[in-house]
């Protein structure tokens, strides 16, 4: 089965240090969405690509954070710098197609900032 | 916001069906019903789909109202492995694919 790729699973790091996720989205797939999960928030929306332009990113905090799609098999999400408060699981989705086609998603960075 | 109202957690005998109840009152007409499910550790998973008739799939069925206000999602044979947080989303049908917005979902254990 095609499915999203994330890496690194785990990130543990310090206050302050950089920090990059990626994420391979299915192959074909041409709208790219990057997620958030905390116990307190729950699942928020960050930022979403189509065909690897910027279509929303107001779920992100602008001054530290950062996403991009290098081209049409890559997304980054990075931080710099990072706080405790971004400790959270970050999940990265794909889709083709309109709202019909569901969207798949990958099984997340889970970051740790100390 | 969420546009659906889910039972905060359930539970269902191993072997049973689930019903999974959600209410999306105001649910436009271009609007689809998803259920997505989200076992410990892993990202959300796609379920089931619709727009105004009922779905089946290899893992559920989609039974939606006639004035499509609420939905059921039905697991027929409930395992172990079915225990998760089983969200209901409502999704707006604008050209191109739009974000899903999670709510708090329900917490289904399956007992055996």
């Known amino acids: 089965d095609a499915r999203v790729t994330q890496t690194p699973r785990h990130k543990v790091t310090e206050m302050g240090q950089e920090v990059t996720m990626r994420c391979q989205p299915i192959?074909?797939?041409?709208?790219v969405f990057w997620y958030r999960q905390t116990m307190m928030q729950g699942l928020e929306l960050l930022a979403y690509?189509?065909?690897?332009?910027?279509?929303?990113d107001s779920g992100m905090p602008k001054d530290r954070f950062s996403a991009e799609m290098p081209d049409a098999t890559l997304a980054t999400l990075k931080i710099q710098p990072s706080e405790p408060r971004d400790s959270a699981v970050y999940f990265c989705?794909?889709?083709?197609?309109?709202?019909?086609?569901?969207?798949?998603f990958g099984n997340g960075t889970r970051l740790t900032v100390t | 916001d969420a546009k659906t109202t889910q039972p905060t957690s359930m539970d269902c005998a191993e072997g049973r069906a689930a019903n999974l109840p959600c209410n999306h009152s105001?649910?436009?007409?271009?609007?689809?019903v998803y259920w997505y499910r989200q076992i410990h550790s892993q990202g959300p998973q796609y379920i089931i789909h619709?727009?105004?008739n009922n779905e089946t799939n290899e893992m559920a069925s989609l039974i939606i109202t006639e004035d499509r206000k609420s939905s059921t999602l039905i697991l027929p044979h409930a395992t172990l492995r079915d225990t998760a947080v089983y969200y209901c989303i409502v999704r707006v049908a604008n050209s191109g694919n739009t974000p899903l917005v999670f709510g708090k979902g329900t917490r289904l254990s399956v007992i055996a």
């Open positions: 192959l074909g797939h041409n709208t």
């Open positions: 105001t649910i436009s007409g271009n609007e689809y």
């Open positions: 989705a794909s889709g083709f197609g309109g709202a019909s086609s569901p969207l798949h």
């Open positions: 619709g727009l105004k």
């Open positions: 690509f189509r065909n690897r332009a910027p279509l929303d």
